[in-house]
């Protein structure tokens, strides 16, 4: 999905958002409702409290469409505000799916299953979680972090995961990973730490 055709979707449910409200609805229940589309209690509480910040970054995004700019060069050019809040805004935005991506996941749901699958190729449930979050430990780590050439750019395991936690609660529901598992993704990504610091790294 192009940037220009997630802005027309995202303007779409903000306007149901406006709807929502306009028609009676208390803030919970339009929180409740818009969960469907992706929206955590956080990005809710964006779009309520800080709408002149959230129209200004879908301004830019505008701008940004027509140049036809990338998704790791919009990210870049908005962290120069470090708010995690439209980190975690972002995130929502970029990892949305198009209604052609899920109908083609509804029809293969509906398939029946017919193929075999051996043992040794079946992923367990737990697998599967854990695939998943190692994944979002991904999507953390290119929001977030920066790896640079300083060695006097150093990162402590308790900032790591204080950002972490923030970035985590900011989209998802559920509770923040533990923080070893956190440190577990950062020794395969940036090596063992030196007194649970790490150097040549930095946040954005």
Not at 40 to 69: G, P
Not at 87 to 105: A, G, I, M, Y
Request: charged residues 25%; contains cysteine; hydrophobic residues 35%.
């Amino acid at each position: 999905m192009t940037l220009s055709q997630r802005l027309s979707e995202f303007q779409f449910n903000l306007e149901t958002f406006d709807l929502l409200l306009s028609m009676g609805r208390s803030v919970q229940q339009v929180t409740e409702e818009m969960k469907g589309l992706g929206f955590t209690s956080n990005h809710v509480n964006f779009i309520l409290n800080s709408r002149m910040l959230l129209n200004s970054v879908l301004l830019r995004c505008k701008l940004y469409s027509e140049q036809n700019l990338k998704e790791a060069t919009v990210r870049s050019n908005l962290s120069v505000l470090n708010n995690t809040v439209v980190t975690s805004f972002l995130d929502r935005f970029f990892f949305v799916k198009s209604s052609e991506k899920q109908n083609e996941v509804l029809e293969i749901v509906t398939q029946p299953i017919t193929q075999h699958v051996d043992e040794d190729e079946h992923v367990s449930d737990e697998e599967g979680e854990t695939v998943e979050e190692s994944s979002r430990f991904d999507q953390f780590f290119k929001a977030c972090v920066k790896q640079t050439q300083d060695n006097t750019d150093v990162v402590k395991s308790t900032e790591f995961y204080n950002a972490f936690s923030e970035w985590w609660n900011g989209i998802y529901e559920e509770s923040v990973p533990d923080k070893n598992e956190l440190k577990e993704f950062l020794n395969g990504k940036l090596g063992k730490p030196n007194k649970n610091t790490w150097s040549n790294v930095c946040m954005v």
